[in-house]
């Protein structure tokens, strides 16, 4: 980032946002945060924030993440109800959301924005050039 303000290339500023973006989704160490019937947040390790320890983790994540913007997961097959289920929710949901910590709350929502923001700078740079 110091390079593109020295040099004044937006494209170098991009593509540094565009890497730690990937990096806090994809990439960063930390713990699934699914949480489970005994109501504690799973603690097992994982990459990336938008991912979980198992595919039974990994689904009710999806769903938050769906959820989160208000809509229901349009990938998310229906399954009967399974009383004996291992997840509940994610530590995300409004019923918990306190459990996650704040700053976790703010790169999540900070790193999505500058997605967003990364890919209209690089789509109308590309246009406008």
Same mark, same amino acid.
């Not at 500023?13 to 730690?20: C, F, K, Q, S």
């Not at 009710?60 to 289920?85: M, Q």
């Given at each position: ?48 924030? @938008?991912?979980?320890?198992?595919? *039974? ?6 769903? =938050? &993440?769906?959820?989160?913007? #208000? ?27 306190a459990r ?5 709350r703010i790169? @999540?929502?900070?790193?999505?924005? *500058? ?6 700078? =690089? &789509?109308?740079?590309?246009? #406008?050039?």
């Amino acid at each position: 980032m110091i390079a593109a303000v020295f040099f004044g290339a937006w494209r170098l500023a991009l593509l540094g946002v565009a890497a730690w973006c990937l990096y806090e989704f994809s990439l960063n160490p930390t713990v699934c945060r699914v949480m489970t019937r005994q109501g504690f947040a799973c603690h097992e390790p994982v990459r990336g924030r @938008l991912f979980a320890c198992s595919a *039974a983790h990994q689904r009710v994540k999806n769903d =938050a &993440v769906w959820r989160s913007f #208000g809509l229901p997961n349009p990938f998310s097959r229906a399954t009967s109800h399974d009383p004996n289920r291992d997840t509940g929710v994610v530590v995300y949901s409004p019923a918990v959301r306190a459990r996650l910590a704040q700053n976790d709350r703010i790169v @999540l929502t900070v790193a999505g924005v *500058a997605s967003v923001l990364a890919i209209l700078v =690089a &789509v109308v740079g590309i246009v #406008g050039s």
